[in-house]
C-alpha cells in the first residue's frame, strides 16, 4: 500500500511541475511558431496626410530564431514576424491601405514572468486606393507605398497555447517621392495601441 501511495504522489507532483513550467519553456525557444491577430486604431500623427484614423489590423506568422539566451535584463529570444495588414481608413481621403510587412522582434523573457516585453520592428509595402484622390491635398501621391513600424508592448502567457499583448505601434507609409513631380508625396505617420492573441503551435 505504501508503494501505491508513493507512486500516486509522484504522478501528483509531476502534473504540479508540468502546470508550473515557466514561460520560455513552452512559449520561447528555438524554431517555435505561432500565428496572431492583431488590432486597434490608429491616429494620424504626422499631420501631413488627409488621414486621421486608421483601423489597423495585422495578421502575423512567428518564427522564434533562438533559445533565450544573454544575462540581466538583455536576457531573451528573438523572433522573425512575417505579417499581412489591412487597415480601412475610418477618417480620411483614401479607403484602404493593404500589404505586408516583415522583420525581427526580441522577448526581454526573465526566469519565471508571465509577462514578457518586447520591442521590434519591420519594413514591407503596400497599396492603397490614391489615384482617384491624388489631385487633393494630402492624399497619397500613388498606389504603391513602402511602410515601416516600431512596436512596444508586454505579452502575457495565459497558458501553453495562447498568449496576448497590449502595446503600442508606430507606422509610416511613403513612396519614396515615387510619384513627384506629378503628385506630391505626403506620406502617412500613425500611432495607436494594439491588442493582439497569439496561438502556438
Not at 74 to 80: I, K
Not at 121 to 144: C, H, I, T
Not at 173 to 200: I, Q, R, T
Request: aromatic share 14%; hydrophobic share 40%; net charge negative.
Amino acid at each position: 500500500m505504501g508503494l501505491i501511495f508513493s507512486a500516486s504522489e509522484l504522478r501528483s507532483e509531476e502534473k504540479i511541475q508540468v502546470s508550473l513550467r515557466p514561460a520560455e519553456e513552452t512559449t520561447f525557444g528555438e524554431n517555435k511558431l505561432s500565428v496572431s491577430l492583431t488590432s486597434g486604431p490608429s491616429f494620424d500623427v504626422g499631420k501631413n496626410a488627409n488621414e486621421d484614423l486608421l483601423c489597423s489590423n495585422f495578421v502575423s506568422v512567428h518564427w522564434q530564431l533562438d533559445d533565450v539566451g544573454n544575462p540581466g535584463w538583455r536576457r531573451g529570444n528573438t523572433e522573425w514576424i512575417t505579417s499581412a495588414y489591412f487597415h480601412p481608413v475610418v477618417d480620411g481621403t483614401e479607403d484602404r491601405f493593404v500589404g505586408g510587412v516583415f522583420g525581427p522582434r526580441y522577448n526581454f523573457v526573465q526566469e519565471g514572468w508571465k509577462f514578457i516585453p518586447y520591442l521590434g520592428a519591420r519594413v514591407g509595402f503596400g497599396f492603397n486606393d490614391s489615384r482617384d484622390n491624388s489631385e487633393l491635398p494630402g492624399a497619397q501621391g500613388q498606389d504603391f507605398v513602402f511602410t515601416f513600424l516600431v512596436e512596444t508592448g508586454v505579452r502575457y502567457v495565459v497558458n501553453e497555447t495562447i498568449d496576448i499583448s497590449i502595446g503600442a505601434l508606430y507606422q509610416h507609409f511613403s513612396n519614396a517621392a515615387l510619384s513627384e513631380p506629378a503628385h506630391l508625396n505626403y506620406g502617412l505617420d500613425v500611432l495607436g495601441p494594439m491588442a493582439s492573441v497569439n496561438f502556438k503551435f
